[in-house]
């Protein structure tokens, strides 16, 4: 049986607009979500900011009910059995919010201890094998507002922990983090699946899920596009050829142009300090050095380059598929 | 007794912050002299040592119930800030035991706040303070604490679901002032005000802290008072699942 089951998972937000005369506006985070996740697996939603990643780790975790669709962690709905959901998962998301920054880091795992039905016996030898773990021993009777980014994250996934649960949800926990920080997350994540947690993780890092996980699933625009073994994405670009051009004040009508090429897979273009760099993936053969700097006119063009695509390349493919 | 536990650890952690907070403290600080320096004047307008006492301690219940009602709003508002209301909701336990402690503590802050209008009024302006039964008058105090604490979890039970309604705890501060008897007599207020004083927990509680100050009995007011309170835990017991649903189904629990 799959410990985490999702089946056509969506979510509609409703916005507003207007002052006096208000519209509402509809806005599709998910558009039917499916995917399974076995017992001791680390799975990753990989995807861009907007994706709807958040959004679908939010209705596993029963912080929000689906608009359409149903998900099971470990057989209970995530709607109508949310409690018993709630005691056998532990949630933890990136970035410095969700820490009592009043407290120490010990009463922040202390009353989240409490919270998670930890017993009160086992409470003071769990918090110390925990600020163990996460390498925060030591420091633990801090106010947690004078911990660095990095201490925090580590504060997070303490308290994901306490209650021991067999099932991790992750939300982009290495965001923000300086590479070191983030290496030692990946480290302490990595050991979480050899301990046998079943782990969904969700991040816009390639390498990250690439390094970790052992299936992923592509998200972009509230859909999946893409799922299988890091492998098995590489492969999907694995015969192609990448243009990479230094250019500066390349419009967008520049991309769309380049895209309509036959023989282009994938155009993206990202901001490099001073200058742009236009990453454009090709089919095997084609030969379209000439006719893609032949679309820049107009802008000064640099160093041009060709290359063997790699997984990044594979993602940047996914996500910029129209 | 897990329960109590419960109730007991997270209001401990809630006290610990409140007290760390310098800007809520400065407030303690100003607040009950202003409430101490409006018994003053109340008490300068009036006649005789019965009515200085009587705004004496409406005054200090006044201080009592804004500390109440309007940090219980600011409460929820800070940890939709800090990013931790959602994390409280992921817990496993009902949400309103995870929501009681919090305004238990806000509550328990308004006891500092009493004393201190009740101080100020003395060194100040020299209001004595007698009190007939200490023993009745302590038991008012704790029980108007506890309703207090019960109406600002009703409140804090919609605070989840509405945002913005944090500015619902400043709207209802003045009004309970005077409807609840805090420093006018009910009696002089409109007929229609009056059923609304009575389903209000503070009236009864100013009232047994009164009678119990004066010698009176208080047992009466008080037992309503806690009844009142109880009934609020009730209501907000019964409707926190359905805030917390409506605020699930609009993905109101991350907005800040």
Known sequence: MAVVEAHDLKRTYRTHTGTIRRRVKEIEAVRGVSFEIAKGELFGLLGPNGAGKTTTIKMLITLLIPTAGEARVLGYDVVKDAREVRKRIGYVFGGERGVYERLSGYDNLRYFAELYGVPAREQKGRIEELLQLVGLTGREHERAEGYSRGMKQRLHIARGLLHDPPVMFLDEPTIGLDPVGARELRATISALADAGKTILLTTHYMFEADSLCDRIAVINRGQIVAEGTPAHLKSRVAAGS????????????????????????????????????????????????????????????????????????????????E | ????????????????????????????????????????????????????????????????????????????????????????????????????????????????????????????????????????????????????????????????????????????????????????????????????????????????????????????????????????????ILITNRVLDAARRRAALSLS
């Not at chain 2, 109340?42 to 409406?58: E, H, I, M, Q």
């Not at chain 2, 802050?109 to 020299?126: K, N, P, R």
Request: aromatic residues 12%; proline residues 4%.
């Open chain 2, 1 to 236: 007794m897990r329960i109590l536990r419960l109730l007991g650890v997270g209001w401990l952690y809630h006290m610990k912050m409140i007290s760390r907070s310098p800007f809520e403290g400065f407030g303690q600080v100003i607040w009950p002299l202003f409430f101490a320096t409006v018994a003053f004047f109340v008490f300068r307008a009036g006649d005789g040592p019965r009515g200085l006492l009587y705004a004496s301690l409406g005054a200090a219940v006044m201080g009592m119930w804004s500390a109440t009602s309007t940090t219980a709003g600011g409460a929820m508002q800070r940890e939709r800030w800090h990013g931790t209301l959602e994390l409280l909701v992921a817990t496993p336990p009902h949400f309103a035991l995870v929501l009681l402690p919090v305004t238990l503590a806000m509550a328990t802050v308004g006891i500092y706040s009493l004393g201190a209008t009740l101080l100020y009024g003395h060194f100040l302006f020299g209001i004595e303070l007698s009190v007939e039964h200490p023993v009745m008058f302590v038991g008012s105090i704790v029980g108007t604490v506890l309703a207090f604490g019960a109406l600002g979890f009703a409140f804090a039970v919609t605070f989840v679901r509405f945002r913005a309604a944090w500015a619902l705890g400043n709207l209802f501060e003045y009004p309970v002032w005077l409807i609840g008897g805090f420093l006018v007599p009910i009696v002089l207020l409109p007929d229609w005000v009056r059923p609304i004083s009575w389903v209000l927990a503070p009236t009864w509680g100013m009232n047994a802290i009164r009678e119990s100050a004066v010698g009176g009995s208080p047992l009466n007011d008080l037992a309503v008072c806690l009844g009142l309170g109880a009934l609020y835990v009730l209501i907000g």
């Open chain 1, 242 to 321: 990448v243009v990479e051009v230094e250019v500066f004040g390349v419009a967008e009508e520049t991309v769309t142009r380049l895209k309509e090429l036959r023989g282009v897979r994938a155009v993206s273009i990202e901001e490099r300090e001073q200058a742009q760099v236009l990453t454009v993936q090709t089919d095997t053969g084609a030969q379209l050095t000439h006719a893609i700097l032949g679309h820049l006119d107009g802008a000064n063009v640099g160093r041009v380059s060709q290359r063997e695509p790699t997984l990044e390349d594979a993602y940047v493919a996914l996500v910029t598929e």
